[in-house]
């Protein structure tokens, strides 16, 4: 099979990846930017490992000729800049499935709570209704615009960092309260939100604010099982 | 044992951090996750960056012998 041939297999959802579809894509699905991001990802690596197998070789073999000289331009900048863009593109996009933030075992109860059809949490009210399309975890905990996914990953760094040397205490706690900001970004201008008896005008200021929390009113957000004591 | 010349050690080390960082980029693209994520950007970006520099040194090197800089 030929190289081009073989993207679209590379180009498949990766283990974990939309498993909770419910319907198989339409006939003449080539699968998303991200899933050829992968694809292409694949088959630079394993090109430029090949290049690069092959050049070790004839380097010992007839010594450093201007013909490999070039050659090796295409394995040593020319793919690893494709690789890191295509990484970037990939992994970043990846990082905001819930397969990602369920990844670690502290977060196991959230994401089985998260896809219980039983549970009553906001969380899950939101994840059964399809109320957020995609990227649920995600969705909820960034703030909005350039910046607010820029915080999220720093953020999601130090969660990598506290998980991996164990910086943390159980139950896990948000780390600050709740923004309203997250909630109105959607609901702020439904007309059930704003013709709702529950939301007063005169409430407003303080729903903005953040004096009142809509999760005092709404919550829970998240009701998991226990987590084990020990880690 | 054949006449060719020595292989530079720069170009040497600059192939050999490719494979490694190549290697390591991989598995992000196999199972994307968030160790997978930081290795790619704390282990294999620096790697690759390294390996480029490297050859960069030994290209202007070359041209500085060749006397063509």
């Known amino acids: 099979m030929s190289l081009v041939g073989a993207l679209p297999l590379m180009a498949a959802p990766a283990p974990g990846e939309g498993t909770d579809l419910a319907l198989p894509p339409p006939h003449g699905w080539i699968g998303t930017t991200d899933e050829w991001a992968r694809g292409f990802g694949i088959a630079f690596v394993l090109l430029a490992i090949l290049l690069l197998v092959i050049g070790w070789l004839r380097l010992r073999r007839v010594g450093l000729t201007g013909p490999l000289k070039e050659v090796l331009i295409l394995p040593l900048v020319v793919l690893p800049a494709m690789i890191v863009f295509l990484g970037y593109s990939y992994g970043i996009e990846s990082s905001k499935s819930i397969t990602a933030c369920g990844s670690c075992h502290v977060m196991a109860p959230y994401l089985a709570d998260l896809q219980d059809p039983a549970s009553e949490g906001l969380a899950a009210v939101h994840y059964k209704n399809r109320y957020i399309q995609e990227h649920h975890c995600y969705t909820c905990h960034t703030d909005y615009g350039m910046f607010g996914t820029i915080q999220a990953k720093m953020e999601g760094m130090g969660h990598v960092r506290r998980h991996l040397t164990g910086d943390y205490t159980l139950p896990l706690k948000i780390a600050h309260p709740y923004p309203n900001s997250r909630c109105l970004a959607c609901h702020g201008a439904s007309q059930k939100f704003l013709k709702s008896e529950g939301h007063p005008k005169e409430d407003m200021p303080k729903l903005l604010s953040g004096e009142n929390s809509c999760i005092d009113c709404h919550g829970p957000a998240h009701t998991p099982a226990k987590q084990a004591a020990s880690r | ?69």
């Open chain 2, 1 to 69: 044992m054949n006449g060719a010349a020595p292989v530079p050690f720069l170009l040497r080390l600059s192939m050999a951090l490719a494979v490694l960082g190549l290697l390591v980029a991989l598995t992000l693209f196999v199972h994307a996750g968030p160790y997978t994520l930081v290795t790619f950007m704390f282990v294999a970006q620096p790697l690759l960056l390294l390996a480029v520099a490297l050859f960069a040194v030994h290209v202007f090197k070359d041209l500085r012998r060749g006397k063509l800089l």
